[in-house]
Protein backbone atom coordinates (compact mmCIF):
# COMPACT_ATOMS: atom_id res chain seq x y z
CA UNK A 1 0.00 0.00 0.00
CA UNK A 2 2.83 2.28 1.25
CA UNK A 3 4.55 1.40 -2.45
CA UNK A 4 1.86 2.42 -4.36
CA UNK A 5 1.53 5.95 -2.79
CA UNK A 6 4.71 6.31 -3.37
CA UNK A 7 4.72 5.30 -6.80
CA UNK A 8 1.73 7.69 -7.31
CA UNK A 9 3.14 10.42 -5.69
CA UNK A 10 6.52 10.60 -7.62
CA UNK A 11 4.46 9.89 -10.79
CA UNK A 12 2.10 13.23 -9.80
CA UNK A 13 6.03 15.27 -9.21
CA UNK A 14 6.80 14.39 -12.14
CA UNK A 15 4.10 15.47 -14.33
CA UNK A 16 4.55 18.79 -12.33
CA UNK A 17 8.17 19.28 -13.21
CA UNK A 18 7.09 18.10 -16.79
CA UNK A 19 3.91 20.83 -16.57
CA UNK A 20 5.87 23.49 -15.35
CA UNK A 21 9.39 23.14 -16.94
CA UNK A 22 6.81 23.34 -20.58
CA UNK A 23 5.38 26.68 -19.18
CA UNK A 24 8.83 28.59 -18.64
CA UNK A 25 9.83 26.56 -22.11
CA UNK A 26 7.01 27.35 -24.32
CA UNK A 27 7.84 31.51 -24.94
CA UNK A 28 11.39 30.22 -26.20
CA UNK A 29 10.02 27.38 -28.19
CA UNK A 30 7.01 29.53 -29.75
CA UNK A 31 7.36 33.58 -29.31
CA UNK A 32 4.67 34.27 -30.95
CA UNK A 33 2.14 32.05 -28.80
CA UNK A 34 3.56 33.98 -25.57
CA UNK A 35 3.17 36.77 -27.05
CA UNK A 36 -0.63 36.63 -27.79
CA UNK A 37 -0.85 35.05 -23.89
CA UNK A 38 0.86 37.74 -22.31
CA UNK A 39 -1.32 40.16 -24.11
CA UNK A 40 -4.19 38.67 -23.49
CA UNK A 41 -3.44 39.11 -19.68
CA UNK A 42 -2.41 42.09 -19.66
CA UNK A 43 -5.64 43.30 -21.59
CA UNK A 44 -7.50 40.55 -19.43
CA UNK A 45 -6.47 42.48 -15.96
CA UNK A 46 -8.36 45.75 -17.19
CA UNK A 47 -11.27 43.89 -18.78
CA UNK A 48 -12.11 42.37 -15.19
CA UNK A 49 -12.11 45.90 -13.86
CA UNK A 50 -14.46 46.88 -16.50
CA UNK A 51 -17.04 43.88 -16.28
CA UNK A 52 -17.07 44.40 -12.68
CA UNK A 53 -17.51 47.93 -12.10
CA UNK A 54 -18.26 49.33 -15.60
CA UNK A 55 -22.00 48.09 -16.83
CA UNK A 56 -23.41 50.96 -14.47
CA UNK A 57 -21.19 53.33 -16.78
CA UNK A 58 -20.72 52.45 -20.34
CA UNK A 59 -23.65 49.23 -20.38
CA UNK A 60 -22.97 45.44 -20.85
CA UNK A 61 -23.23 45.68 -24.35
CA UNK A 62 -20.40 48.01 -24.69
CA UNK A 63 -18.38 46.00 -22.58
CA UNK A 64 -18.90 42.70 -24.66
CA UNK A 65 -18.19 44.67 -28.00
CA UNK A 66 -14.82 45.65 -26.02
CA UNK A 67 -14.26 42.08 -25.08
CA UNK A 68 -14.23 40.88 -28.77
CA UNK A 69 -12.05 43.64 -30.08
CA UNK A 70 -9.51 43.51 -27.12
CA UNK A 71 -9.27 39.23 -28.43
CA UNK A 72 -8.99 40.39 -32.24
CA UNK A 73 -6.13 43.13 -31.30
CA UNK A 74 -4.41 40.53 -29.16
CA UNK A 75 -4.76 38.02 -31.70
CA UNK A 76 -3.34 40.95 -34.77
CA UNK A 77 -0.82 41.51 -32.81
CA UNK A 78 0.66 37.78 -32.64
CA UNK A 79 -0.27 37.99 -36.31
CA UNK A 80 2.12 40.92 -36.67
CA UNK A 81 4.73 38.04 -34.28
CA UNK A 82 4.19 35.57 -37.09
CA UNK A 83 4.37 37.50 -40.13
CA UNK A 84 7.43 40.19 -39.15
CA UNK A 85 9.11 37.92 -36.29
CA UNK A 86 9.82 38.90 -32.33
CA UNK A 87 12.95 40.26 -33.15
CA UNK A 88 12.39 42.90 -36.04
CA UNK A 89 11.89 46.45 -36.01
CA UNK A 90 8.93 46.02 -37.87
CA UNK A 91 7.34 44.01 -35.43
CA UNK A 92 8.26 46.67 -32.91
CA UNK A 93 6.58 49.41 -34.72
CA UNK A 94 3.10 47.02 -35.09
CA UNK A 95 3.73 46.51 -31.29
CA UNK A 96 3.10 50.35 -31.03
CA UNK A 97 0.01 50.18 -32.68
CA UNK A 98 -1.20 47.26 -29.71
CA UNK A 99 0.22 49.70 -26.90
CA UNK A 100 -1.79 52.71 -27.38
CA UNK A 101 -4.66 50.40 -28.14
CA UNK A 102 -4.06 49.05 -24.90
CA UNK A 103 -3.03 51.96 -23.10
CA UNK A 104 -7.26 53.14 -23.99
CA UNK A 105 -8.28 50.18 -22.39
CA UNK A 106 -6.19 50.97 -18.79
CA UNK A 107 -7.81 54.53 -19.06
CA UNK A 108 -11.49 53.32 -19.37
CA UNK A 109 -11.04 50.75 -16.54
CA UNK A 110 -9.51 53.57 -14.52
CA UNK A 111 -12.43 55.70 -14.92
CA UNK A 112 -15.47 53.28 -14.08
CA UNK A 113 -13.38 52.28 -11.27
CA UNK A 114 -13.23 55.60 -10.06
CA UNK A 115 -16.73 56.65 -11.49
CA UNK A 116 -17.50 54.28 -8.86
CA UNK A 117 -15.91 55.16 -6.13
CA UNK A 118 -17.62 58.23 -6.92
CA UNK A 119 -20.73 57.00 -6.62
CA UNK A 120 -20.44 54.83 -3.20
CA UNK A 121 -19.47 58.10 -1.68
CA UNK A 122 -22.59 60.43 -3.73
CA UNK A 123 -20.31 62.65 -5.58
CA UNK A 124 -22.48 62.45 -8.32
CA UNK A 125 -21.08 65.10 -10.19
CA UNK A 126 -17.35 63.46 -10.51
CA UNK A 127 -19.48 60.38 -11.12
CA UNK A 128 -20.65 61.72 -14.10
CA UNK A 129 -17.62 63.25 -15.28
CA UNK A 130 -15.92 59.92 -14.68
CA UNK A 131 -18.40 58.30 -16.93
CA UNK A 132 -17.97 60.33 -19.57
CA UNK A 133 -14.59 59.92 -19.23
CA UNK A 134 -14.80 56.23 -19.76
CA UNK A 135 -16.75 57.00 -22.74
CA UNK A 136 -14.57 59.05 -24.40
CA UNK A 137 -11.54 56.54 -23.87
CA UNK A 138 -13.92 53.72 -25.30
CA UNK A 139 -14.59 55.67 -28.77
CA UNK A 140 -10.60 56.18 -29.15
CA UNK A 141 -10.05 52.39 -28.13
CA UNK A 142 -12.24 51.69 -31.15
CA UNK A 143 -10.31 54.03 -33.50
CA UNK A 144 -6.95 52.76 -32.09
CA UNK A 145 -8.19 48.72 -32.85
CA UNK A 146 -9.12 49.90 -36.14
CA UNK A 147 -6.14 51.50 -37.06
CA UNK A 148 -4.30 48.75 -35.42
CA UNK A 149 -6.70 46.25 -37.70
CA UNK A 150 -5.57 48.27 -40.79
CA UNK A 151 -1.66 48.42 -40.09
CA UNK A 152 -1.86 44.49 -40.04
CA UNK A 153 -3.90 44.23 -42.68
CA UNK A 154 -1.56 46.16 -44.80
CA UNK A 155 1.59 44.22 -43.24
CA UNK A 156 -0.05 41.33 -44.38
CA UNK A 157 -0.42 42.55 -47.83
CA UNK A 158 3.13 43.69 -48.79
CA UNK A 159 3.53 40.45 -50.54
CA UNK A 160 1.06 41.10 -53.32
CA UNK A 161 3.15 44.39 -53.83
CA UNK A 162 6.64 42.10 -53.93
CA UNK A 163 7.61 41.63 -57.91
CA UNK A 164 5.36 39.01 -59.55
CA UNK A 165 8.64 36.55 -58.83
CA UNK A 166 8.39 36.92 -55.63
CA UNK A 167 4.60 36.25 -54.82
CA UNK A 168 2.71 33.58 -54.05
CA UNK A 169 1.29 32.97 -56.94
CA UNK A 170 3.49 32.16 -60.41
CA UNK A 171 2.66 33.88 -63.81
CA UNK A 172 0.04 31.36 -65.37
CA UNK A 173 -1.04 31.09 -61.72
CA UNK A 174 0.52 28.52 -60.36
CA UNK A 175 2.01 28.47 -57.09
CA UNK A 176 5.34 29.38 -55.97
CA UNK A 177 7.70 26.93 -54.71
CA UNK A 178 7.91 26.59 -50.87
CA UNK A 179 11.15 25.33 -49.23
CA UNK A 180 9.66 25.57 -45.79
CA UNK A 181 5.90 26.16 -44.24
CA UNK A 182 3.12 24.30 -41.91
CA UNK A 183 2.84 20.86 -41.68
CA UNK A 184 -0.78 21.30 -41.01
CA UNK A 185 -3.22 23.62 -41.13
CA UNK A 186 -7.41 23.62 -39.95
CA UNK A 187 -9.75 25.84 -40.48
CA UNK A 188 -12.67 26.68 -38.40
CA UNK A 189 -15.48 28.93 -39.13
CA UNK A 190 -18.92 29.99 -37.68
CA UNK A 191 -20.85 31.03 -41.03
CA UNK A 192 -24.28 31.98 -38.67
CA UNK A 193 -27.07 31.92 -41.13
CA UNK A 194 -24.45 32.71 -44.15
CA UNK A 195 -22.89 30.85 -46.94
CA UNK A 196 -18.75 31.11 -46.27
CA UNK A 197 -17.10 29.63 -50.02
CA UNK A 198 -13.54 28.62 -49.28
CA UNK A 199 -11.48 28.93 -52.74
CA UNK A 200 -7.62 26.70 -52.97
CA UNK A 201 -5.62 28.07 -55.48
CA UNK A 202 -8.45 29.31 -57.11
CA UNK A 203 -10.81 25.94 -57.37
CA UNK A 204 -13.83 25.87 -55.09
CA UNK A 205 -13.38 23.37 -52.07
CA UNK A 206 -15.82 23.82 -49.90
CA UNK A 207 -19.34 26.04 -49.00
CA UNK A 208 -20.74 25.67 -45.37
CA UNK A 209 -23.42 26.89 -44.06
CA UNK A 210 -23.29 25.94 -40.33
CA UNK A 211 -20.13 25.84 -37.63
CA UNK A 212 -17.63 23.54 -38.98
CA UNK A 213 -14.14 22.87 -38.10
CA UNK A 214 -12.06 21.00 -40.99
CA UNK A 215 -8.74 20.20 -41.76
CA UNK A 216 -7.47 21.62 -45.08
CA UNK A 217 -4.32 19.66 -45.92
CA UNK A 218 -6.57 16.83 -48.55
CA UNK A 219 -6.70 20.22 -50.50
CA UNK A 220 -3.50 21.98 -50.00
CA UNK A 221 -0.41 21.21 -52.56
CA UNK A 222 2.65 20.44 -50.75
CA UNK A 223 5.86 21.78 -51.40
CA UNK A 224 4.24 25.14 -52.29
CA UNK A 225 2.85 28.61 -51.64
CA UNK A 226 -0.76 27.91 -51.67
CA UNK A 227 -3.47 31.05 -51.95
CA UNK A 228 -6.54 30.45 -50.03
CA UNK A 229 -9.89 32.70 -50.40
CA UNK A 230 -12.64 32.79 -47.94
CA UNK A 231 -16.03 34.39 -49.27
CA UNK A 232 -19.19 35.05 -47.02
CA UNK A 233 -22.53 35.71 -49.22
CA UNK A 234 -23.41 38.72 -46.72
CA UNK A 235 -22.02 40.37 -43.67
CA UNK A 236 -22.74 37.67 -40.45
CA UNK A 237 -25.81 38.69 -37.84
CA UNK A 238 -23.37 37.84 -35.27
CA UNK A 239 -19.46 38.89 -35.26
CA UNK A 240 -18.11 35.06 -36.33
CA UNK A 241 -16.31 34.26 -39.18
CA UNK A 242 -12.80 32.03 -39.96
CA UNK A 243 -10.20 30.99 -37.79
CA UNK A 244 -7.19 29.15 -39.25
CA UNK A 245 -4.37 27.52 -36.60
CA UNK A 246 -1.49 25.73 -37.82
CA UNK A 247 1.47 22.94 -37.03
CA UNK A 248 4.92 23.80 -38.26
CA UNK A 249 7.22 20.32 -38.41
CA UNK A 250 8.18 18.62 -35.45
CA UNK A 251 5.97 21.14 -33.69
CA UNK A 252 2.59 20.17 -31.70
CA UNK A 253 1.84 23.56 -30.91
CA UNK A 254 -1.19 24.82 -32.36
CA UNK A 255 -0.63 28.37 -33.37
CA UNK A 256 -3.44 30.48 -34.93
CA UNK A 257 -2.11 32.75 -37.97
CA UNK A 258 -5.66 34.34 -39.07
CA UNK A 259 -8.53 35.62 -37.75
CA UNK A 260 -11.26 36.88 -40.69
CA UNK A 261 -14.44 38.54 -39.60
CA UNK A 262 -16.21 39.98 -42.29
CA UNK A 263 -18.72 43.16 -42.65
CA UNK A 264 -20.62 44.90 -44.97
CA UNK A 265 -17.21 46.35 -46.23
CA UNK A 266 -15.53 43.56 -46.89
CA UNK A 267 -16.97 40.11 -47.48
CA UNK A 268 -13.69 38.20 -48.57
CA UNK A 269 -10.34 37.85 -47.53
CA UNK A 270 -7.27 36.42 -48.97
CA UNK A 271 -4.29 33.88 -47.19
CA UNK A 272 -0.93 32.45 -48.39
CA UNK A 273 -0.60 29.22 -46.93
CA UNK A 274 3.21 27.69 -47.64
CA UNK A 275 2.77 24.55 -47.25
CA UNK A 276 5.36 21.19 -46.62
CA UNK A 277 3.05 18.88 -45.14
CA UNK A 278 3.74 15.98 -42.86
CA UNK A 279 7.46 14.42 -43.54
CA UNK A 280 7.39 10.61 -43.60
CA UNK A 281 10.74 8.82 -42.51
Keep these: MNKTIKTVSLVLVALVVVYLG ?4 EPRINPCEGIFQQSSVTLGTNLDIIKAKGEFAIGRQKIQDLTERSQETA ?5 CCVVLGKASSDFLRCKEGFDK ?3 EINKVATSVKEAGAAKEQGKSKIAIQKIAEANESLKTAETRAQAFAQQVAEIKGKDKEKPPATRGAQAGGQPAPATAGYATVHMEAWPSENRLRLKVNGLLVGAYDTHVRVSLDPFLKPGVVNNLTFTFDRPPKEKYGV ?4 KTPGSNQWVAVLTFIPSAAKLEDAFEVPFVGVKTQ
Design 75 to 79: LNLKA
Design 243 to 246: TLTV
Design 101 to 103: YDA
Design 22 to 25: YQLL
